[in-house]
């Protein structure tokens, strides 16, 4: 994408949010997803409305876990981030029993971004094949509709 056609604010907003780190990012999600959450159940349907507005951003995170959990990190990072950033209660409060759980979470997320995808991939095939298009885009006029 090229940053240097968009207005200031715009440009300077996409450059702080790509200039984050994989460990910002994954804090950023866990506090968005695991502080208020009353349940695990909740925090999938909060990611399940993320992707089904914006998948990519749920893509990010879920590569931003990924790299957090391939590279080393600062003693008791992973710890600190999943009971006091999510305010998420573990069995293992350790930086172990927290690369467990946010690798859990990551698989949870690509369930859900896989469902998200194949919902949109089912309602753009029942689109197909129910409603045919112009070749503008827009509904074919059918026998039971006026212009026929």
């Known amino acids: 994408m090229d940053l240097s056609r968009l207005p200031e ?4 907003h996409a ?5 984050r780190t994989p460990l910002e990012v994954v804090t950023d999600l866990v506090a968005g997803y695991l502080a208020d959450a009353d349940g695990f159940d909740e925090v999938i349907d909060d990611i399940r409305g993320a ?12 590569a931003a876990i990924e790299q957090v959990l391939a590279e080393p ?3 008791n990072a992973l710890a600190h981030i999943v009971a ?3 305010n998420w209660v573990l069995d293992d409060p350790s930086d172990v029993g927290a690369a467990a759980f946010l690798a859990e979470l990551a698989d949870h997320m690509r369930a859900v971004v ?6 949109r991939r089912a309602r753009f095939q029942k ?6 298009t112009s070749g503008s885009g827009e509904r074919a006029a059918g026998s039971d509709e006026p212009g026929q």
Do not use: H
Not at 127 to 132: I, K, L, S, V
């Open 127 to 132: 689109r197909g094949t129910t409603e045919p």
């Open 84 to 86: 006091w950033r999510g």
């Open 51 to 62: 992707a089904a507005y914006n998948v990519r951003n749920v893509q990010r995170q879920i």
């Open 114 to 119: 896989a469902e998200v995808e194949a919902a």
């Open 73 to 75: 990190q600062p003693p």
């Open 15 to 19: 450059e702080k949010r790509l200039a």
């Open 9 to 12: 604010s715009a440009r300077r």
